[in-house]
């Protein structure tokens, strides 16, 4: 799980979805196909204010060719669910 800013997987590999465990802040999550930084293609945004407990879960998973890299707008805690 995540609480700010960072690489979320540092490789290749097919993301998920997410659940928020920790209530997050009126600030947006958005996560890149990217190994270390807040740039390239955007996989997912996570809404702000999102509720402990929020799931988004994916029918089928999304390939990331770089790796993926969250950047939070503010607080919270998400677990990204990813191979």
Do not use: E, H, Q, W
């Amino acid at each position: 799980a995540r609480t700010a800013t960072g690489a979320v997987k540092g490789s290749p590999g097919k993301y998920y979805g997410y659940i928020v465990t920790t209530a997050l802040s009126a600030a947006a999550i958005t996560l890149y196909d990217d190994a270390s930084a807040a740039s390239g293609t955007v996989i997912d945004v996570i809404p702000a204010s999102a509720a402990a407990g929020t799931r988004g879960l994916l029918s089928a998973p999304v390939p990331c060719a770089n790796g993926m890299y969250a950047s939070f707008g503010g607080t919270g805690t998400v677990l990204f669910i990813y191979t």
